[in-house]
Structures are given as C-alpha cells and as structure tokens.
T-cell receptor, first 116, second 114 residues
Framework: GAVVSQHPSRVICKSGTSVKIECRSLDFQATTMFWYRQFPKQSLMLMATSNEGSKATYEQGVEKDKFLINHASLTLSTLTVTSAHPEDSSFYIC????????????FGSGTQLSVL | AQTVTQSQPEMSVQEAETVTLSCTYDTSENNYYLFWYKQPPSRQMILVIRQEAYKQQNATENRFSVNFQKAAKSFSLKISDSQLGDTAMYFCAFMGNTGNQFYFGTGTSLTVIP
C-alpha cells in the first residue's frame, strides 16, 4: 500500500530556533498534502493545505510566516516552524492525497516537537 | 471550513458486543467523501472505512459498517464483535469533492472492556 514517510519522529529544540519537518510520499505522486497539529487527547487541526508548485492555503488563525510550508515536488512537502516557542510544542502530522487510489489519504507517523 | 461533529467524547463497550459512534457534518456540497479513522496510542492514523456521498449503499469493511444518511448529514460507525484491539480514538473526517479540504471531527475515545 501507499506509504508516507515523515521525519523526524521526535525533535527537541531551544526556543528561538527553527525546525523543519519533512513529509514524503514514497510510492505515489501527491499533488496535495495536508499538515495537521494535534494537542494531547484532542483532534487533528488542519493547519494548511499544500499543492505542488503553488503556495499553501492556510487555515484561519494559522500564521503563515510562523509555519512555512513548501511543496516543491510531487513527493515532498516540508513544514518549517520558525523561531519556535514553547507554545509551538505539539504533535504535527502530515498526510498526502493519492488521487490514483480512489481519493484516499495516507498519513505520516507524526512528529513530536518539544520546544524548551 | 467544514464542520464535523462527534457528540460522544468517550464510549465503552464490552468485548464481542456492538457499538455505534456518531458523526454529523455540515456542507453545502453535493459530492464529497466521508471517512472514519482510528488512532491507537501509537498515534498512527489508520483508515477504517470510507464512503462516497454519491453512493447510497452503506460501506462495510468486515466488522465495521456505516449508516450514511445524506439528507440528515449523519455518518455513524458501527463496530460489531468488538475486540480489545479496537480500543483507540476514532475520528470522523470529511473531504470535499476537490480534494483540497480534509477536516476531522473532535474524536471519540473508545474503550473495549474485556
């Protein structure tokens, strides 16, 4: 089946630094990728939708200058948390849509970000 | 943004029994997709079942089935013969026809009691 690889799985960084999270579709071309944020025992909150070759569409309330999303190829999207602060600590999950498999969505394994 | 609501934050069921998880959604679209995802403690999202809105027949996957009521915008999940491994968070999700929107409900924590 289709696989989405997300790295790193866990990252600890100091406040003020930037962190990049990668999301790769390994065996299909993902024209659309989604980035979510999940707090403990809560739902996945859609942060932004990225389409290959174009600017990401951010959900209301999500700072686009804070959470930089790049979808430069059909198999790779990156989320960069810039100038991270402790309140950015969260679980981030990416997903990729494979239109070749009947509109299914495949998820990465998530990244736990801890900002000290 | 579309709204997806799960009114049951927590549920429990005896092993081997049947349980139904509720989900309602709000959309003005006529064609769309609905999903149920399972998230175990590993936090890996696992697709349970999927329904296309243009199909009247309810989707089934082994012990999992849905009751899709398009007019009522309701999409409940029935788990038959519950197993201990079914213990997890369950999220209902909506995807618009363009595929550029994918929203999750608030989630239901299901515990299967031995």
């Amino acid at each position: 089946g289709a696989v989405v690889s997300q790295h790193p799985s866990r990252v600890i960084c100091k406040s003020g630094t930037s962190v990049k999270i990668e999301c790769r579709s390994l065996d299909f071309q993902a024209t659309t990728m989604f980035w979510y944020r999940q707090f403990p025992k809560q739902s996945l909150m859609l942060m932004a939708t990225s389409n290959e070759g174009s600017k990401a569409t951010y959900e209301q309330g999500v700072e686009k200058d804070k959470f930089l999303i790049n979808h430069a190829s059909l198999t790779l999207s990156t989320l960069t948390v810039t100038s991270a602060h402790p309140e950015d600590s969260s679980f981030y999950i990416c997903s990729a849509r494979d239109p070749g498999t009947d509109e299914k969505l495949f998820f990465g394994s998530g990244t736990q970000l801890s900002v000290l | 943004a579309q709204t997806v609501t799960q009114s049951q934050p927590e549920m429990s069921v005896q092993e081997a029994e049947t349980v139904t998880l509720s989900c309602t959604y709000d959309t003005s679209e006529n064609n769309y997709y609905l999903f149920w995802y399972k998230q175990p403690p590993s936090r890996q999202m696992i697709l349970v079942i999927r329904q296309e809105a243009y199909k009247q027949q309810n989707a089934t996957e082994n012990r999992f089935s849905v009751n899709f009521q398009k007019a009522a915008k309701s999409f409940s999940l029935k788990i038959s013969d519950s197993q201990l491994g079914d213990t997890a968070m369950y999220f209902c999700a909506f995807m618009g026809n363009t595929g550029n929107q994918f929203y999750f409900g608030t989630g239901t924590s299901l515990t299967v009691i031995p």
